[in-house]
Nanobody
Framework: QVQLVESGGGLVQAGGSLRLSCAAS????????MGWFRQGPGLEREFVASISGSNTNLGSSVKDRFTISRDNAKNMVYLQMNNLKPEDTAVYYCAAARVVRGIPTYDYWGQGTQVTVSS
């Protein structure tokens, strides 16, 4: 079925930037909404961003700093993260969803990529 592989995580200083990438295979990429989630140490999974067609949504804590985009021809989705803060430290997961009546169900998940922001 659908496989998702994230890349681009790493260690960055506060105020820096990273771009995460997610490569999809095994499905019809165009049919899925794509999302990014994260889970920090001791915290619950948190919604970060999503893109469905040309529509994007960003979590309130990142809306002024992060951008989600996709390239359907390459089966890729990206998360551009700017002005990173220590509280952004987390494992970031790429996910794919079918959307029914505007409601996404995330059925497929990547393995995650670690983002660590030092202060």
């Amino acid at each position: 079925q659908v496989q998702l592989v994230e890349s681009g995580g790493g260690l960055v200083q506060a105020g820096g930037s990273l771009r995460l990438s997610c490569a999809a295979s095994g499905g019809t990429f165009d049919f899925y909404a794509m999302g990014w989630f994260r889970q920090g140490p001791g915290l619950e999974r948190e919604f970060v961003a999503s893109i469905s067609g040309s529509n994007t949504n960003l979590g309130s804590s990142v809306k002024d700093r992060f951008t989600i985009s996709r390239d359907n021809a390459k089966n890729m989705v990206y998360l551009q993260m700017n002005n990173l803060k220590p509280e952004d430290t987390a494992v970031y997961y790429c996910a794919a969803a079918r959307v029914v009546r505007g409601i996404p169900t995330y059925d497929y998940w990547g393995q995650g990529t670690q983002v660590t922001v030092s202060s």
